[in-house]
């Protein structure tokens, strides 16, 4: 069976309060939207030397630091909070 065609799991939500993630869910969604916006505009960091650093450094470690800790804070709450979603973690 190729990639494409395995069958996934559904993806459910295992908390008791399905309003409370949804809610929750939301406001990760529009703060990822939030965060493509500021990255949309973003520069190259004084801290940028293209001889010595990679491009995931080019706008900063402050704005790398902010990236990490949003997509944690989404890993987690996708954990908590849902079933099947498994196939995000995988690659």
């Known amino acids: 069976m190729a990639p494409r065609d395995r069958i996934l799991p559904p993806l459910a939500i295992i908390h008791s309060n399905a309003a ?35 491009e995931a450094i080019k706008d900063g470690r402050a704005n790398l630091n902010k990236h990490e800790l949003l997509r944690e804070k989404t890993l987690v709450f996708l954990r908590n909070n849902f079933s099947g979603a498994e196939f995000i973690f995988e690659g």
Do not use: G, H, I
């Open 20 to 54: 409370w993630v949804l809610k929750e869910f939301d406001k990760l969604v529009a703060e990822w939207r939030t965060w493509n916006k500021s990255a949309q505009s973003l520069e190259d960091s004084p801290e940028y030397d293209r001889n010595t650093c990679s």
